[in-house]
C-alpha cells in the first residue's frame, strides 16, 4: 500500500521487501526521508516506500540496501 509524505516520521523503523528492519527514519525532507542505520544512510524518495501491518518498508532487499548505505547512494 502507498504511503503519503506525513505517515513518513523521524525515528520510525523501515523494513525491507522481506520484512527485516533495514533501518530508521533519519530525517525528513520536501521528497525524501534519510533512512539510517549502523552501516550508514541513504536517501530514500517518498515514492520508494510503502507500508504494510509492519509499518513503512521499501521493496528492496536488505541485502541491497545495505550496499546502497554503506555507499551513501540514494535508494529510488
Excluded at 524518495?45 to 540496501?65: E, H, M, V
Amino acid at each position: 500500500m502507498p504511503t503519503l509524505p506525513g505517515e513518513i516520521r523521524q525515528g520510525l523503523d523501515v523494513h525491507d521487501s522481506k520484512g527485516l528492519v533495514i533501518g530508521k527514519v533519519e530525517s525528513v525532507g520536501k521528497s525524501f526521508a534519510t533512512v539510517s542505520s549502523a552501516i550508514g544512510s541513504v536517501e530514500v524518495d517518498f515514492t520508494s516506500f510503502a507500508k504494510n501491518k509492519n509499518g513503512l518498508l521499501i521493496n528492496l532487499p536488505k541485502s541491497k540496501i545495505d550496499v546502497l548505505m554503506a555507499r551513501g547512494h540514494p535508494a529510488s
